[in-house]
């Protein structure tokens, strides 16, 4: 049995089970990635996609992702591969014909291809990409030496040490934060705010760096939490000490009725465009999304 370093959880791992993310596993008592180079999506979007929209606007970028996830958002938009029960196992144990293995080498040789059509590199996106950091890491190091970009789509609930151990490699960041209460975090998410918050700050003093929030009708839409969070935002200072968080994009968006969350409608429109305005009090950059 061995204790893992990504998140909050630290799950103690016995030898061939999973931790919670369901895609960490002990092998020779060391804790490591069954994920690793495991990929269930790959496709060329636009930067925009991702969110990030003051970085390299109008490119594209390569896009993959693999399986499993440190949270529990009622609200997935991927839980297929996020934390569904069939994302929960190992391939061994399953037979996943779906999946695509590949080695950070091969990757780099795809992503490096697919320049003529625009690209401008890689982004680890669509489940979390550090429950599986060693491929992002790995990637993503091949990727720079290639001179191409990186980007890193995340929930931001990792440790600091992972963290440091990758940005070195990462050009971009778009990061969730999702809410701005322990309770929304702890109870509908089953998250951790301080992680993120403290991941989001490190982020900020050496990395572009862009936010998304998306609103939850009941939960997380209040113009006192918004004033709250984008406050906070505003507060971020870089490397040196000053102030740049003023500058930091946030994305606010749109929620709509899915997976386990159709107790409630889409949010309205108007209150997104609200929401917006007074994250505007503090921010200089605030898109709106699926609006």
């Given at each position: 049995m061995a204790r893992c370093k990504v998140c909050f959880r630290h799950c103690e791992i016995g030898e061939g089970s999973i931790g919670f993310c369901g895609a960490r596993t002990c092998r020779n008592g060391v804790v490591t990635a069954a994920n690793y180079g495991l990929l269930t999506g790959i496709m060329l979007d636009p930067i925009e996609k991702k969110p990030l929209s003051r970085f390299y606007p109008g490119s594209r970028i390569l896009s993959v992702g693999s399986y499993g996830c440190n949270l529990r958002c009622p609200f997935c938009q991927n839980y297929e591969i996020s934390w569904s029960d069939s994302a929960m196992k190992l391939p061994e144990h399953q037979g996943r014909g779906e999946l695509l293995k590949m080695t950070p080498e091969e990757l780099c040789d795809i992503v490096e291809a697919y320049k003529s059509k625009g690209n401008i590199g890689i982004a680890f996106t669509y489940n979390e990409p550090l429950i599986g950091y060693e491929f992002v890491r790995d990637t993503a190091m091949l990727v720079k030496e290639r001179g191409m970009k990186t980007v890193l789509v995340s929930n931001g609930t990792a440790e600091i040490e992972i963290l440091e151990e990758i940005l070195p490699y990462i050009d971009a960041m778009n990061i969730d934060l999702k809410g701005f209460t322990d309770e929304y975090y702890e109870k509908l998410l089953g998250g951790n705010r301080r992680m993120v918050t403290d991941f989001i700050e490190r982020a900020a003093k050496d990395c572009h760096l862009e936010l998304t929030t998306l609103i939850i009708p009941g939960e997380n839409d209040s113009e006192e939490?918004?004033?709250?969070?984008?406050?906070?935002?505003?507060?971020?200072?870089?490397?040196?000490?000053r102030r740049i968080g003023k500058n930091i994009p946030l994305h606010i968006s749109r929620f709509f009725p899915r997976f386990k969350m159709t107790d409630r409608d889409a949010t309205d429109v108007k209150l997104?465009?609200?929401?917006?305005?007074?994250?505007?009090?503090n921010l200089e950059y605030v898109y709106t999304g699926n609006c």
């Open positions: 939490e918004m004033r709250e969070l984008s406050g906070w935002i505003a507060s971020l200072t870089d490397s040196e000490g997104i465009y609200d929401l917006a305005e007074i994250a505007r009090e």
